[in-house]
């Protein structure tokens, strides 16, 4: 039984040798950790191997009469936990499938703030989205541009309005601009991309400078549902279409007898374009 299966079995062992050594050497990171989706790429060889293998084990246990008195009962107990192991692996799935979609957001925007390097983009959109060794995105990502291998190019102008995109549609609202204290505002609104039926990749935010320019200065890295925008427009993916973020005083310049004009845009990484929202506040208002 065992040598001409050899194969089913070395995958399986395989799989549970894998499970062994991961568990040893993240026993200690928590159950966000053990449940994350990436242990799926060798835990499936366990279930493969399973599939082959136990209906083989059963045959052979029949052929030796070995299940004469148990199989009656044992149908009824196999059904069950073939339906419990279905049950789970439905949980499973759903949760992954709703994990996906939390897992684009998070890389677009990391690709909006990999596109932004130049324009004075907080470094924690580059640390907590792509790498926490900033200073070595920063070193390599220019020849990697250069020769071509990053699509679309970096945003080399600090001016939104040269990567403004020809859309007209409606690509979102720019909501509110409200004080949180006497250095910081909180910046609110929604953002979509019509043309691709989702959320904006993510939203930048840009000011007035004293040459009337939009100048790149945030990549909003907060989004959050907005079921009244999926409800208006009919779609459900337009749910996590919200955005919000804070706004520090100190990051900003100060223009002289005049206050400072915010806009927000909606940033497709797919083109490298950016399409204006609707609304445009000015801080001290």
């Known amino acids: 039984l065992v040598y001409p299966n050899r194969g089913w079995l070395m995958l399986g062992a395989y799989s549970l040798l894998s499970a062994s050594i991961t568990t040893l050497g993240r026993v200690g990171f928590g159950i966000e950790q053990a449940t994350s989706s990436r242990y799926t790429t060798f835990s499936l060889y366990l279930l493969i191997a399973l599939i082959h293998l136990i209906p083989i084990a059963v045959n052979h246990a029949r052929q030796q009469g070995y299940l004469n008195n148990w199989w009656p009962r044992g149908k009824v107990a196999i059904a069950i936990l073939i339906a419990i192991l279905f049950l789970l692996h439905g949980q499973t799935a759903a949760f992954s499938i709703?994990?996906?979609?939390?897992t684009k957001i998070s890389r677009l925007q990391g690709k909006a703030c990999l596109l932004l390097i130049d324009n004075s983009v907080d470094e924690d959109?580059?640390?907590?989205?792509?790498?926490?060794?900033?200073?070595?995105v920063r070193d390599r990502i220019h020849p990697i541009n250069k020769y071509g291998f990053l699509q679309p190019p970096l945003v080399t102008s600090k001016n939104a309005e040269d990567i403004r995109g020809n859309g007209q549609d409606?690509?979102?609202?720019?909501d509110s601009l409200r004080k949180a204290n006497t250095q910081s505002y909180i910046a609110t609104g929604w953002a979509i991309l019509p043309q691709k039926h989702e959320p904006a990749d993510a939203v930048i935010l840009a000011y007035k400078d004293a040459d009337n320019k939009s100048i790149v200065f945030a990549v909003v890295d907060r989004q959050f549902p907005r079921s009244d925008i999926a409800k208006a427009y009919g779609k459900s993916t337009y749910l996590n279409s919200g955005w919000e973020t804070q706004i520090s005083l100190d990051e900003l310049p100060s223009l002289p007898n005049q206050k400072l004009q915010v806009s927000a845009w909606a940033f497709d990484t797919d083109t490298g374009k950016a399409f204006k929202l609707n609304g445009q506040f000015a801080l001290g208002e």
């Not at 709703?98 to 939390?102: D, H, I």
């Not at 580059?126 to 200073?135: A, E, G, N």
């Open 125 to 136: 959109c580059l640390r907590d989205k792509i790498s926490p060794r900033v200073s070595v």
């Open 98 to 102: 709703q994990m996906m979609g939390y």
């Open 170 to 174: 409606n690509y979102g609202y720019f």
